[in-house]
C-alpha cells in the first residue's frame, strides 16, 4: 500500500536557517519509511517556501509526490479556526484506506496545529497515524528520527468540550434527532457511539415489535460512514421470509453450476453488503445450516457460492436482531451456541414506549412534522387537544403494545384527518377510541389464554372483570415487585385516596379471585 503523509509547511524549520535539517524534506528521506505522496498544507504567504521544499524533495526523494494544499488562516493559534479549517480539510479529502495509508506530521505546525490533528484522527474523521520526527542525533543517519507518538490532551480543555459536543452529537444521530429525556435512551446511545466507532463485531438488537430496531440499524449504518469505519452500503435482508432451498442462494450467491438454467446467477446478500453493515432482521427465523455458513463468513470473511468450488471473500459488518435473548434462543434450539457466543459480545436491548413515557411528546411531534412532509400542508395540534392526547399517551394504564409504530400509525391519522390543520379536542377523542378499539380486539384471546394460566374456573367471570383482571395480570409481570405494580396501577387515584398504600390495595383486589402475587407474577411476594 501506498504511504501518503499529510502535514503543515514548517515557516521557520523548513527554510533550514538554524540548521541543515529540514522536516518536511528529511522525512521523505527514510529508506525504511517511504512516503508515495505528501500532502504539504501552506498559506498563500508561504507558497515560494512550499515550492522551495517541493523542489528539494524531488532531489532526494524523487518517488514522493507532492501536493501543495492552500488553507489559509488568520491565526494559526486559534483553536476554533485550527480545527474548522482542518476538519473542512478531513470532510472533503477522498481518503482510499484500501490502497493507501494515511499519516499526519506533528513536528511542523503550531501546538495548536497538533492537538487539532489528535482530535481529527482519534475521532477517525482522518483515518491516519500521528508521525514525529526530529533532527539527527550524533552519529546517526542524517535524516534524523521518525516515530509514532501520542499527545496528552488534558490541558486542553475547551477543545475536549468541543469533542465531547461532537460525541453528542453523533448520539442524537443515532437517537434519529430525537431529543430524549430517558436516561435510559441516552445511556444506550452513548454506549452504541462507542461500540459503532471502536469494534467491528456483530451487534444484536433485542426489543419488542415496533421499538425501532430497523431504524437503529439504519442509524448506526450511517454513523458508521461518518466515523470511516465502512464505506459500502446497508442491506436489510428479514430472515423469516428465507425459507427452505432458496435461503443459502439468497444470502451466499448462486452460480449457474447450480442449476444449469442460464439467468439463475445470483450475488447474494453478503456480496452486495462488501464493505458495508449487513442487517439480519429476525436472524433466529434462519436454520441452522444456514446459521453454520454465516458464522463461517463471520469469522472467516471467506465462502463459497451455491454451486461454486471457489471461495470468494466479503467483509461487512453486522447488526442482527432476534425475537427474544440469545441464551433462550439457544434453549430453544433456535439459535446455534456457536453462533450465540458470536452475537452476545454486543447485545443492546431497546426499551419499550411504555418505559420512556417522557419521549412520547417529542416523538409525537417529529411524526407530525414527517406527516406534514408527506401532505405538503402544515399541520398542528390545538394546544388542548395535544394536553389531551398526552394524558392518554402517557398514562401508565396505556401500554402501547405495537410501540412507535402505533404512535407512528396515530400521528398520521390525525394529520391526515386534520383537514384545516389543526387538530383538535373531537379529533383526538375519536382517535383515542380508535387505538383502544384497535388493541381490544387485538388482546381479546390474548386475554382467555392469559386468565387460564392463573385462573382456571375464569369463564366464570363477567366479561368487565376478565379484561380488567387480565391488564391486572400484565402489569405485575411487567414489574419487579407488588409494590411498582400497585404504583403503577394506581396512580392516577392515588392522589384522591387517605391511604396510599398501592401494594395492600392491589392485594386486596387479587384476593377477589383467589390470587395472590406468587400466582400471577411467578416471583415471591414482595
Known amino acids: 500500500m501506498r504511504n501518503v503523509v499529510i502535514g503543515f509547511l514548517g515557516t521557520q524549520l523548513d527554510m533550514g536557517k538554524r540548521r541543515e535539517w529540514r522536516p518536511s524534506v528529511q522525512l521523505c528521506e527514510h529508506p525504511d519509511f517511504p512516503v508515495d505522496r505528501l500532502e504539504l498544507i501552506h498559506d498563500q504567504r508561504h507558497y515560494h517556501l512550499a515550492c522551495n521544499v517541493a523542489k528539494a524533495i524531488a532531489k532526494t526523494s524523487p518517488d514522493t509526490e507532492v501536493r501543495l494544499v492552500s488553507i489559509d488562516m488568520a491565526n494559526p493559534w486559534d483553536f476554533q479556526e485550527v480545527y474548522g479549517k482542518l476538519y473542512d480539510f478531513a470532510a472533503e479529502y477522498g481518503f482510499d484506506e484500501d490502497r493507501e495509508r494515511y499519516h499526519v506530521h506533528l513536528t511542523t505546525g503550531t501546538h495548536v496545529a497538533q492537538i487539532c490533528w489528535f482530535l481529527l484522527t482519534e475521532s477517525r474523521h482522518i483515518p491516519a497515524r500521528l508521525l514525529q520526527t526530529g533532527p539527527p542525533r550524533e552519529g546517526a543517519a542524517p535524516q534524523g528520527t521518525l516515530d509514532v507518538i501520542d499527545l496528552d490532551l488534558t490541558r486542553y480543555n475547551a477543545l475536549q468540550r468541543r469533542f465531547e459536543a461532537a460525541a453528542r452529537d453523533h448520539s442524537a444521530m443515532l437517537l434519529g434527532g430525537i431529543e430524549t429525556t430517558s436516561p435510559a435512551m441516552q445511556a444506550l446511545a452513548a454506549r452504541l457511539d462507542l461500540v459503532a466507532t471502536g469494534s467491528d463485531a456483530p451487534i444484536l438488537l433485542l426489543g419488542d415489535p415496533g421499538t425501532g430496531k430497523s431504524h437503529l440499524a439504519a442509524q448506526i449504518h450511517e454513523l458508521k460512514l461518518v466515523r470511516r469505519r465502512i464505506k459500502g452500503r446497508l442491506v436489510q435482508v428479514n430472515c423469516a421470509t428465507l425459507r427452505g432451498g432458496q435461503a443459502l442462494p439468497a444470502l451466499f450467491g448462486q452460480r449457474r453450476a447450480a442449476t444449469g438454467v442460464a439467468g439463475s446467477e445470483r450475488p447474494g446478500f453478503l456480496r452486495e453488503a462488501d464493505g458495508g453493515v449487513l442487517f439480519l432482521d429476525h436472524i433466529d427465523e434462519l436454520g441452522l445450516d444456514e446459521q453454520a455458513a454465516l458464522l463461517q463468513v463471520i469469522e472467516t470473511g471467506r465462502y463459497c457460492p451455491v454451486g461454486s468450488e471457489a471461495e470468494v471473500t466479503a467483509r461487512f459488518h453486522l447488526i442482527a436482531t432476534a425475537a427474544s435473548a440469545p441464551g433462550a434462543l439457544v434453549r430453544a434450539g433456535r439459535l446455534r451456541p456457536d453462533l450465540h457466543a458470536r452475537l452476545s459480545q454486543w447485545v443492546v436491548r431497546l426499551p419499550p414506549l411504555r418505559e420512556r413515557r417522557q419521549d412520547i411528546q417529542a416523538h409525537l411531534l417529529d411524526m407530525i412534522d414527517s406527516s406534514e412532509r408527506q401532505l405538503d400542508r402544515k399541520t398542528g395540534f390545538n394546544a388542548d ?79 368487565f372483570d376478565r379484561a380488567q383482571l387480565a391488564a391486572v395480570i400484565r402489569a405485575c409481570r411487567e414489574c419487579a415487585n407488588l409494590s411498582a405494580a400497585g404504583r403503577r396501577l394506581f396512580a392516577m387515584s392515588r392522589a384522591e385516596k387517605a391511604s396510599q398504600n398501592d401494594a395492600d390495595r392491589l392485594r386486596k383486589y387479587l384476593s377477589r379471585f383467589g390470587l395472590d402475587w406468587a400466582a400471577v407474577s411467578g416471583n415471591q411476594p414482595g
Request: negative net charge; without cysteine.
Open 385 to 463: 387537544a395535544l394536553v389531551r392526547y398526552l394524558r392518554f399517551a402517557q398514562d401508565p394504564g396505556t401500554l402501547w403494545p405495537g410501540n412507535l409504530r402505533d404512535l407512528h400509525a396515530s400521528a398520521h391519522r390525525m394529520a391526515v384527518l386534520a383537514e384545516r390543520g389543526r387538530i383538535t379536542v373531537p379529533m383526538v377523542e375519536a382517535e383515542i377510541a380508535t387505538l383502544i378499539e384497535q388493541w381490544n380486539s387485538a388482546t381479546a384471546d390474548l386475554d382467555e389464554v392469559l386468565l387460564a394460566e392463573v385462573l382456571p374456573d375464569s369463564a366464570r367471570l363477567d366479561e
